[in-house]
């Protein structure tokens, strides 16, 4: 299996949604896909000190949204939303002790030639400024006829 990772950072307003490229290398003319096997989410050291504070993160073959993607839209394949709450001793919860998994069986065909990472968090905390989220992908790479391979890109790619 190969791996293949994208990082977003959080600038001054965690507010407003964040989002990166990752290239796949596919293309039309290379009737080459990935088949992903499985995809994580890794937010090291995520707090925020709103009550009902929510972070969401989604992958996308959609390019440029100004909303954050749903599961069921177009192009998504996966997204990650959750509450993070303070403790009654003030400290706060961190998102996730380790990566968020959620493997495919079977593996979802990608022929797009980028992907997406949105994330965007629902309050303006200063704690959440300089904060990373990571994703990445696990994918084995499949040669296909260009028949197949334009039908897999038109129902799936783009």
Known sequence: MNFA??????TANPAVMVKEE????????????????????????????SINARLDVALSTKKGLGVM??????GCLAVYSDLVLPSAAGQYHQLAAGALRQSF????????PAIHLYAKSESNDPGLASDDIYARLGFTTVELTMAVYTEIAETWGW
Not at 5 to 10: D, G, H, L
Not at 30 to 41: K, M, P, Q, S, T
Not at 105 to 112: D, E, F, T, Y
């Open 69 to 74: 993607p749903r599961l069921d839209d177009d």
């Open 22 to 49: 990752l290239g796949t290398g596919l293309s039309i003319r290379g009737a080459l896909i990935w088949l992903v096997h499985l995809i994580e989410f890794d937010v090291p050291g995520m707090r925020d000190d």
């Open 5 to 10: 990772a994208v990082k977003a950072s959080f």
């Open 105 to 112: 069986l079977p593996p979802i065909p990608l022929a797009s």
